[in-house]
Structures are given as C-alpha cells and as structure tokens.
C-alpha cells in the first residue's frame, strides 16, 4: 500500500515537473529578425504589423532590418554573423533580380545548419533567377523554400482549404475552413519540391488551387511559408496573425 502511494506520488511530482518544463519551454522570449524591403509592397508598415501582431500572442524580442534598396539589403545579408543572435529570421521582402548565387547560398546556408525560417508572400520570389544548379537541382532558395514558385494571378480575394490528413496540424489550428483573405494576390507554385502542403488558395480564376501555406525541413532547420501576405489589409487580420505565431511555435519546436 505504502509503495503504491509513493508510486502515485512520484508520478504526481513527474507529472508536474514536466507541465512546468513545458510552460517554461513556452514561455521563453524568442528572438525574432524580421528582413524586409523592396519592391511592390508597403513593407514600412507591414514589419510593425508582423512584429506588432506576433509578439500580442507570443514573447518575441524584435530585431528589424528594413532596407528598400536592393545593393544596400545585400550588403548588409553578406556580412558574418549579421545573424547570429536570432533565434529564427521571418523573411518579407522583395528582390526578384538577384543572381549571385554563392550569395543566395551564403543565406540558404543559415537556415541548413538550423536557424529556423518563416517566408512570405514575396519571400518566394526572392532570389529565384537561377532556377538549375550544375547538378540539375533546384538552387539553394527553393531547396531552402520547399517550392518553386514564379508569377501570381490578379488581385483577388483568396479562398483557403486545408490540405486532406493537414486539418489538425499545430499551424493551422487557428484557421477556419474557408477562410477568405479581404484581399489578395494568389501566387502560381509550378513545382512543389520537399515541402509538405497544409493549405490551398482558390481565388476564382486560376485553373486549379494552389499551395499556400507550408512546412519544409531544411538540413537542420525547420521552414513556414505562406504566399499570403500581399495587402496590409489581409495581414492584420486574426486569421492571418494567428497563423504566423502558430508558424513561429513550429519553427522553433514549441508545438
């Protein structure tokens, strides 16, 4: 009886010791580098609306780096170390032209040793020119992003499904079936690479939905990427906030 009592004891203490642990995992502030700027898009407000609208459901300390022009962007990415502190890097931004390739592998490389990744919207436009490596592989941006994706249709509001077997996964569980963006530029993914699909857009007109939210593993590193995002409007709302912090647990393992 009294083993049976110390037993019980000793899995009461177990148990408790472990739900602290984890309220403790949760409650770390992570650090967050958010690198934004370019073309196309109101990246002055949508780093606070990111930045601002995350750290509302998780403790992130911030670290902005907004840059609109593209020489001056690359200049600081190529630094060492420029990194370093962040805990993951949440990628907005913009800069299509780029075509130095051992610099887009410099910034692929990060996340392959595993710092983790969020990508958005533009971010798969991104340094995306040289499509084929020598060996006939995608570059190291795809890799990195788990699709290939060039080109989006016309702005319109952009109705998202989740994926069969993805309705419960930690990202999406948040997200309403159907949700439909106020606003929206749907982008074309012509080939979808490692990642695994969790949601596709509809926005009337394309010939068939495409994917827009995913996870990819990366080498060491975990990847989020949505290709929602466009409109300032689409981004502040619940949904879509809900969605990034729920992306941000999984990079960083605390789903």
């Not at 699709?147 to 069969?164: D, E, F, L, Q």
């Not at 990034?244 to 999984?250: F, K, L, P, T, Y």
Request: charged share 25%; with cysteine.
């Amino acid at each position: 009886m009294k083993r049976n009592i110390l037993n019980l004891f000793t899995c009461v203490l177990s148990l408790g010791l472990c739900n602290a642990f984890l309220s403790a995992k949760e409650e770390k502030t992570l650090k967050g580098l958010i690198v934004t700027g370019g073309c196309c898009h109101d990246y002055k407000n949508q780093k606070n609306i990111i930045s601002e609208g995350v750290s509302k459901r998780l403790k992130v300390k911030w670290e902005i780096f907004f840059e609109m022009d593209e020489k001056k962007s690359k200049a600081h990415l190529s630094k060492k170390g420029w990194a370093d502190k962040a805990d993951f890097i949440v990628w907005n931004h913009c800069f299509a032209n780029e075509r130095d390739a051992k610099f887009i592998d410099s910034l692929a490389a990060i996340h392959k040793a595993g710092k983790p990744a969020i990508a958005l919207h533009c971010a798969m436009h991104s340094y995306h020119w040289n499509v084929k490596a020598e060996d006939g592989k995608e570059n190291t941006w795809p890799q990195l992003l788990g699709v290939y994706s060039k080109g989006h249709g016309p702005k319109r509001k952009i109705t998202v499904s989740k994926a069969k077997g993805q309705e419960t996964h930690p990202i999406l569980k948040d997200l309403s079936e159907g949700w439909t963006t106020p606003e929206g530029e749907l982008y074309n993914v012509q080939r979808v690479l490692t990642a695994k699909v969790l949601a596709y857009g509809n926005n009337g007109v394309a010939k068939e939905p495409q994917a827009c939210i995913w996870t990819n593993e990366y080498g060491k590193g975990r990847v989020f990427g949505t290709t929602i995002g466009h409109h300032n409007s689409t981004m502040s709302t619940k949904e879509y906030l809900d969605l990034i912090a729920n992306g941000v647990r999984w990079v960083n393992r605390l789903d």
